[in-house]
C-alpha cells in the first residue's frame, strides 16, 4: 500500500511539473509578461525563460506591460495577504462561543458548528 501510495505521489508531483516545450506555443506578449511575473521563486519562470530563448523573443518591447502587470500581482498578494492578517485577528479576539446543532440527515445525527 505505501509504495502504490508513494508512486501516486511521484505521478501527481510530476504533472506539475512544466518544461520550455510547454510555453512554445504561447504569444510572445503572454509569454514576456508572465515570465516577469514569476521571477523570485515561481517553478515556472525557469522553463519560460528557456522557451523565450529557443524562441529568440526579445522581452523588451513589452517591458511597460511586464512592470505593470508584475505590479498587479504583487497588489493582489499583498491584499491577500492583509485580509488573512484581519482574518486571523479577528479570529484569535473572539472569545464567542460556537454555535452548534445537531440534526439528524440521511439517517446519521450530525453536529453543525457555526
Same mark, same amino acid.
Given at each position: 500500500m505505501?509504495?502504490?501510495?508513494f508512486?501516486?505521489?511521484?505521478i501527481?508531483? &510530476?504533472?506539475? %511539473?512544466?518544461t ?10 503572454e509569454?514576456?509578461?508572465? @515570465? @516577469?511575473?514569476?521571477l523570485g521563486g515561481n517553478?515556472?519562470a ?5 522557451a523565450?530563448?529557443r524562441? +529568440?523573443? =526579445?522581452c523588451d518591447q513589452y517591458?511597460?506591460a511586464?512592470?505593470e %502587470?508584475?505590479r498587479?500581482r504583487? %497588489?493582489?498578494?499583498?491584499?491577500l495577504k492583509?485580509n488573512?492578517?484581519t &482574518?486571523e485577528?479577528?479570529?484569535? =479576539?473572539? =472569545?464567542?462561543p %460556537? =454555535?452548534c446543532t445537531?440534526r439528524?440527515?440521511? +439517517?446519521y445525527?450530525r453536529?453543525?458548528?457555526y
Amino acid at each position: 500500500m505505501k509504495k502504490i501510495s508513494f508512486l501516486f505521489l511521484l505521478i501527481f508531483l &510530476s504533472s506539475c %511539473a512544466t518544461t520550455a516545450d510547454d510555453y512554445m506555443s504561447m504569444s510572445p506578449r503572454e509569454l514576456c509578461i508572465g @515570465w @516577469w511575473e514569476r521571477l523570485g521563486g515561481n517553478i515556472h519562470a525557469k522553463p519560460m525563460g528557456e522557451a523565450i530563448d529557443r524562441r +529568440g523573443i =526579445n522581452c523588451d518591447q513589452y517591458m511597460e506591460a511586464m512592470i505593470e %502587470a508584475k505590479r498587479s500581482r504583487d %497588489a493582489f498578494y499583498d491584499g491577500l495577504k492583509e485580509n488573512l492578517k484581519t &482574518s486571523e485577528r479577528k479570529t484569535t =479576539n473572539t =472569545n464567542k462561543p %460556537a =454555535n452548534c446543532t445537531t440534526r439528524k440527515v440521511g +439517517g446519521y445525527i450530525r453536529t453543525f458548528c457555526y
